[in-house]
């Protein structure tokens, strides 16, 4: 896909950065500073939301650049265009191949068309179904719907997660000659699987219950994300459990989800109604491994996904995989009974979840498969590979 990419200049765009926690922007992050570490020459471009964070901050050998942006209101972000445009000319004229990750970058498409124009290696990736694949993209904006559509033609690569998000770019565009399909890639030196024994220690560690039957979720308390739902049946569960969601749940006016707050609140209040000692609500995590490593299941109730980072993370713990049939994930990663728990309706989840918590065998079988799948085909090594086509 990139041959002779070792002497190459890397730029790498996300709306956010760690230590905002967004699902694009993490890729971004943890993939930019895999090829740092390699040697490479790699910048991460983000926005800096009212100057809270450092403009300029190294992590490791990973350069990171925050572009200020007020986000008051239509007028601030309106001003903030003249300091976001030539800072995207700048940074694009400076490198050789660029990384989108996600349509929801503010003018994500001058990027392109700058990129396109100064004839650089642009590479663009979706990040959720139904919000910024190709289809949703060229949908959304009239009367900007035929301009975006031709500059995200401009791309040199389209980055798909999955077979969903390429058909969303053949329905639009018909070829397939610029698709690029696969997950993104897991840092697998710490999301790993760990001994009986070091599952125990860890339990210790976090201070959870050493011999309960411990569930766990990772992600921003929303209603997309369907823990209303496992709410209510968790509640029809009659054995001893823990239930523990690792994420934001409670937020201020800062917060980019801000719109979503009376939401968590009210999920919050539901999952403690419900559940009352058996949910842990453990907030924002940097260990969220070790939470992981610490559950028998991981769960995951979306509708609508990517590919979400959170269970490709849980799959190279070994962790089994207890997963909605979500579009474009299962059938290409979670794979039903074969490594992971699938279903489709409440009903299915209740019956299900209680074969899950009495069948260890299967299980133990479930998380050893999605490990080989995961080392197979999602770790940083087998990304870069594939990227180069072994082409250094």
Not at 11 to 36: D, H, I, Q, R
Not at 184 to 203: A, D, M, S
Not at 362 to 378: N, T, Y
Request: charged letters at 25%; a positive charge; glycine letters at 6%.
């Amino acid at each position: 896909m990139i041959p002779h990419i070792s002497n190459k200049r890397i730029l790498f765009c996300s709306s956010f950065t760690p230590p905002v926690n967004a699902g694009g922007g993490k890729n971004a992050f943890n993939f930019a500073k895999f090829l740092s570490e390699k040697g490479l020459k790699v910048t991460l471009l983000t926005l800096n939301r009212r100057g809270k964070l450092p403009h300029r901050e190294l992590v490791g050998s990973l350069k990171i650049i925050r572009i200020l942006y007020f986000n008051y209101n239509i007028i601030t972000k309106i001003f903030s265009l003249l300091i976001i445009l030539p800072n995207y000319f700048y940074y694009v004229f400076r490198n050789n191949i660029i990384f989108i990750y996600g349509g929801n970058i503010i003018a994500f498409e001058f990027i392109i068309f700058v990129g396109k124009l100064l004839r650089k290696e642009v590479i663009f990736q979706s990040t959720l179904l139904g919000d910024d694949d190709i289809q949703s993209l060229v949908r959304k904006g009239i009367p900007r719907r035929v301009l975006r559509k031709k500059i995200l033609s401009l791309i040199s690569q389209y980055f798909s997660l999955n077979p969903e998000f390429t058909k969303s770019w053949l329905n639009v565009y018909k070829v397939n000659t610029k698709v690029f399909e696969s997950t993104q890639g897991v840092n697998t030196k710490i999301f790993h699987p760990v001994t009986k024994k070091e599952k125990l220690k860890i339990r210790n560690k976090l201070k959870l219950p050493i011999n309960s039957f411990i569930m766990v979720s990772v992600g921003f308390l929303i209603n997309r994300k369907g823990f209303r739902e496992i709410f209510e049946v968790l509640n029809q569960l009659n054995v001893p459990f823990l239930y523990i969601i690792v994420g934001d749940y409670k937020i201020t006016e800062t917060h980019y989800l801000y719109n979503h707050a009376r939401e968590m609140e009210k999920l919050f209040r539901i999952g403690k109604d419900l559940l009352r000692q058996k949910v842990l609500f453990a907030g924002p995590k940097e260990n969220v491994n070790e939470y992981l490593q610490s559950a028998d299941i991981f769960l995951l109730n979306s509708k609508i996904e990517g590919i979400p980072n959170a269970l490709l993370e849980a799959m190279a713990c070994g962790i089994t995989p207890f997963v909605r049939n979500i579009k474009g994930v299962n059938e290409f990663l979670t794979f039903n009974e074969t490594n992971a728990f699938v279903y489709n309706t409440r009903e299915e989840f209740i019956i299900k979840i209680k074969e899950a918590f009495r069948n260890d065998k299967k299980r133990k079988h479930f998380g050893e498969k999605s490990i080989k799948l995961i080392q197979k085909d999602s770790t940083f090594e087998v990304l870069y590979d594939k990227l180069i086509q072994n082409k250094n």
